[in-house]
């Protein structure tokens, strides 16, 4: 058996492994059923390509995507390595090669679609040819509640009982439910050695902000970084287009980029992006995957991102090279209500919908954190070994209160006025307004009225924002967004916990008294 460190400089031409992966390619190289998660750039396929050479028999790699499968067998055959593809984009030619090398026994690693899975011929000649490992590439892809699901993923467990060889499963999505489904489906319910590495990316700063005055608060943060490659995240197409202009106007180099501009217009820029220095381009969501900028120097994001996955992925695409890059985030109770509202109105099974508000609420949870946000946001992903000092809470520890008093008077006029009432009425109400809406609805004379005196208006907004943040309250779709109590809030009305509200964003104004108009 040749040792890994060989196989890896003489076929891969690597000098070293990366983090993780070393541990990963002794377990599967012994046999091992392994659940590997890294992060997507991590180096996976390495994981079970290097074992493949190593063990004997055919590795099986069973992976969604055809043009990465063809991809990764021609950087494959290039290294000297037999590998071929049986997908639906073979020609007739590449097939027969496939089947030569399978007949003389030379092929080392067999990439197939998981369609192929649901027929018995594939089953009958994957018995016939001496596999020795199933390796798994996208595992969440067996998840149904996931946003890749792929229904043939779930003929692999039948497929491993079958062939009876060890599976080598690998993915990027990390949260608990998600691997809690790979294991029941792929490995019959029997924890596999399971691998979490790589996540931290100790050289990116992160920093949330709540959206205070937005625009200036982008201006500010790229006029200090004038000269570097960032990217600018927006929620909607048109703000790409008008936050780019005001950038220009501040002497900065920026396009704008969405779904929306002809394709030629967004190769251009993508281009001009990874070629130019200093240029910040602002876009939404639909930039950044063909993007490989090693020296993306920060990444903002003047709207809430959808999830915790989707924070870490944008984020992810500063600082590749490995120099300090930051990062701001910027998010508002308006955000928080879009990105609700975007769950509940989709087309999405309601299981599925429960799933995207946990991974809203992990973000929220986030972005409303007390303590390191980095600490926070591995946790997330598994990873418990954290050590940072490189984002806004770790530079400047915020002050925390107990905010018990005032969630539980918040809750209060919700419940009062029969969960039918947004922010700005509610808050009409504990500061005692004297608005038409609520003499025409008499909740001047609810116990309510005029109890929450002791801060003003933005001062409950952010009371309000971080009952968000919490997921003590949800905005209800039905009820045009009308505030609701959840589950979660339960144990505060009854006393029975308490809530630690931050200062800062309380004590942001003066403290004026109560305006009674
Ligand atoms: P993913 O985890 O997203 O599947 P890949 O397996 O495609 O990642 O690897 C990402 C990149 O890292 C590839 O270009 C690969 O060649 C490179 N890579 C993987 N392992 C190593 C290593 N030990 N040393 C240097 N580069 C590596
Ligand atoms: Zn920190």
Same mark, same amino acid.
């Given at each position: 058996?040749?040792?890994?460190?060989?196989?890896?400089?003489?076929?891969?031409?690597?000098?070293?492994?990366?983090?993780?992966?070393?541990?990963?390619?002794?377990?599967?190289?012994?046999?091992?059923?392994?659940?590997?998660?890294?992060?997507?750039?991590?180096?996976?396929?390495?994981?079970?390509?290097?074992?493949?050479?190593? @063990?004997?028999?055919?590795?099986?790699?069973?992976?969604?995507?055809?043009?990465?499968?063809?991809?990764?067998?021609?950087?494959?055959?290039?290294?000297?390595?037999?590998?071929?593809?049986?997908?639906?984009?073979?020609?007739?030619?590449?097939?027969?090669?496939?089947?030569?090398?399978?007949?003389?026994?030379?092929?080392?690693?067999?990439?197939? %679609?998981?369609?192929?899975?649901?027929?018995?011929?594939?089953?009958?000649?994957?018995?016939?040819? *001496?596999?020795?490992?199933?390796?798994?590439?996208?595992?969440?892809?067996?998840? $149904?509640?996931?946003?890749?699901?792929?229904?043939?993923?779930?003929?692999?467990?039948?497929?491993?009982?079958?062939?009876?060889?060890?599976?080598?499963?690998?993915? %990027?999505?990390?949260?608990?439910?998600?691997?809690?489904?790979?294991?029941?489906?792929?490995?019959?319910?029997?924890?596999?050695?399971?691998?979490?590495?790589?996540?931290? @990316?100790?050289?990116?700063?992160?920093?949330?902000?709540?959206?205070?005055?937005?625009?200036?608060?982008?201006? $500010?943060?790229?006029?200090?970084?004038?000269? $570097?490659?960032?990217?600018?995240?927006?929620?909607?197409?048109?703000?790409?287009?008008?936050?780019?202009?005001?950038?220009?106007?501040?002497?900065?180099?920026?396009?704008?980029?969405?779904?929306?501009?002809?394709?030629?217009?967004? @190769?251009?820029?993508?281009?001009?992006?990874?070629?130019?220095?200093?240029?910040?381009?602002?876009?939404?969501?639909?930039?950044?995957?063909?993007?490989?900028?090693?020296?993306?120097?920060?990444?903002?994001?003047?709207?809430?991102?959808?999830?915790?996955?989707?924070?870490?992925?944008?984020?992810?695409?500063? *600082?590749?090279?490995?120099?300090?890059?930051?990062?701001?985030?910027?998010?508002?109770?308006?955000?928080?209500?879009?990105?609700?509202?975007?769950?509940?109105?989709?087309?999405?099974?309601?299981?599925?919908?429960?799933?995207?508000?946990?991974?809203?609420?992990?973000?929220?949870?986030?972005?409303?954190?007390?303590?390191?946000?980095?600490?926070?946001?591995? $946790?997330?992903? *598994?990873?418990?070994?954290?050590?940072?000092?490189?984002?806004?809470?770790?530079?400047?520890?915020?002050?925390?209160?107990?905010?018990?008093?005032?969630?539980?008077?918040?809750?209060?006029?919700?419940? @009062?006025? *029969?969960?039918?009432?947004?922010?700005?009425?509610?808050?009409?109400?504990?500061?005692?307004?004297?608005?038409?809406?609520?003499?025409?609805?008499?909740?001047?004379?609810?116990?309510?009225?005029?109890?929450?005196?002791?801060?003003?208006?933005?001062?409950?907004?952010?009371?309000?924002?971080?009952?968000?943040?919490?997921?003590?309250?949800?905005?209800?779709?039905?009820?045009?967004? %009308?505030?609701?109590?959840?589950?979660?809030?339960?144990?505060?009305?009854?006393?029975?916990?308490?809530?630690?509200?931050?200062?800062?964003?309380?004590?942001?104004?003066?403290?004026?008294?109560?305006?009674?108009?």
């Amino acid at each position: 058996m040749q040792a890994a460190a060989t196989v890896l400089s003489d076929v891969f031409g690597f000098d070293a492994f990366r983090p993780g992966q070393e541990d990963i390619v002794e377990a599967v190289t012994r046999g091992d059923n392994v659940l590997a998660i890294m992060p997507t750039g991590g180096g996976k396929s390495l994981c079970f390509q290097l074992p493949a050479l190593i @063990r004997s028999g055919v590795t099986v790699v069973i992976s969604p995507l055809i043009a990465l499968m063809r991809d990764q067998v021609r950087a494959l055959r290039e290294a000297g390595v037999e590998a071929g593809a049986l997908t639906s984009g073979n020609t007739e030619e590449e097939t027969a090669q496939v089947w030569d090398a399978l007949d003389a026994g030379r092929l080392k690693l067999l990439y197939i %679609a998981p369609e192929r899975l649901a027929s018995g011929a594939a089953l009958g000649m994957l018995r016939q040819i *001496g596999v020795g490992l199933i390796a798994v590439d996208e595992a969440h892809c067996v998840s $149904q509640w996931g946003h890749d699901f792929r229904p043939d993923y779930l003929r692999i467990g039948e497929l491993q009982r079958a062939l009876d060889v060890p599976i080598a499963a690998f993915t %990027a999505t990390a949260d608990a439910e998600t691997r809690n489904e790979i294991v029941e489906r792929l490995f019959g319910g029997v924890s596999p050695q399971t691998f979490l590495h790589g996540f931290d @990316r100790p050289n990116l700063h992160l920093t949330f902000a709540t959206k205070d005055t937005p625009r200036k608060q982008i201006l $500010q943060f790229a006029g200090a970084r004038k000269g $570097q490659s960032g990217i600018v995240y927006c929620g909607t197409r048109a703000k790409t287009e008008t936050l780019a202009k005001a950038l220009r106007e501040e002497g900065h180099l920026s396009l704008h980029y969405h779904g929306g501009m002809d394709p030629q217009e967004r @190769r251009d820029t993508e281009v001009r992006f990874q070629r130019e220095d200093g240029l910040i381009v602002v876009a939404t969501v639909a930039f950044g995957m063909g993007v490989d900028k090693p020296d993306i120097r920060w990444v903002a994001h003047a709207d809430l991102p959808k999830s915790i996955e989707a924070y870490y992925q944008e984020i992810g695409r500063a *600082g590749r090279d490995g120099a300090p890059a930051e990062t701001l985030t910027l998010f508002g109770p308006d955000d928080i209500r879009l990105r609700r509202s975007q769950i509940d109105e989709g087309l999405a099974p309601p299981e599925r919908r429960a799933a995207d508000h946990a991974r809203l609420n992990a973000l929220l949870g986030l972005a409303e954190a007390l303590e390191c946000r980095r600490v926070n946001l591995l $946790q997330y992903f *598994g990873e418990t070994e954290v050590t940072c000092g490189k984002c806004d809470l770790c530079d400047t520890p915020p002050e925390v209160f107990d905010g018990t008093v005032a969630v539980r008077k918040a809750l209060s006029a919700i419940l @009062r006025t *029969g969960e039918w009432f947004g922010t700005g009425h509610l808050i009409d109400i504990l500061l005692g307004n004297d608005t038409d809406k609520i003499r025409e609805r008499g909740h001047d004379t609810l116990p309510t009225y005029g109890v929450g005196t002791e801060y003003d208006k933005r001062q409950w907004q952010a009371v309000f924002r971080q009952m968000m943040g919490h997921d003590l309250v949800r905005p209800n779709p039905e009820r045009h967004g %009308a505030l609701t109590m959840t589950d979660r809030a339960r144990p505060v009305l009854r006393d029975e916990e308490t809530v630690q509200l931050r200062r800062d964003t309380i004590r942001a104004t003066s403290r004026r008294p109560a305006a009674k108009t």
